[in-house]
């Protein structure tokens, strides 16, 4: 599986578990739809879970005008799994995690997404530079 692949299918798990509260290895395996599973796909998946709270910290003071909790629930999820990407995912340029969650953000969200994600994005990626 590609990773581009596997960055839609996390989004896909993560976003019915935000939602509906769905056990993520039940997540998981609904969107694979009979796929294999893939240890990158996993690491998005659990790995945002795990550290939704601090994840959420690091997205909440770039947000203008905004909370997390009035975000879309794809906007939400994008930047929670790009910013796990970001800091935990060493192995993986910056740019590429951004291009790939604005990417993400212009098939699944709305008009707007891609831009917003993209801001949000850019500006934690300075902070963790820093």
Excluded: C
Excluded at 24 to 51: W, Y
Excluded at 59 to 78: C, E, F, G, M, Q
């Amino acid at each position: 599986m590609k990773r581009r692949t596997a960055r839609e299918k996390a989004l896909q798990a993560l976003f019915q578990v935000n939602v509906s509260n769905t056990d993520p290895n039940e997540a998981i395996e609904h969107a694979l739809d009979e796929e294999r599973s893939n240890e990158f796909m996993n690491q998005l998946v659990f790995g945002t879970i795990e550290h939704e709270k601090e994840l959420d910290e690091l997205i909440s003071p770039h947000l203008v005008n905004w909370t997390i909790d009035r975000l879309a629930n794809i906007d939400k999820t994008i930047l929670r799994m790009a910013a796990y990407e970001l800091k935990y995912e060493q192995d993986v340029p910056a740019n590429v995690t951004i291009d790939e969650a604005v990417e993400l953000a212009k098939a699944f969200g709305d008009d707007h997404s891609s831009k917003f994600v993209n801001g949000v994005l850019s500006k934690i990626k300075q902070n963790l530079e820093i």
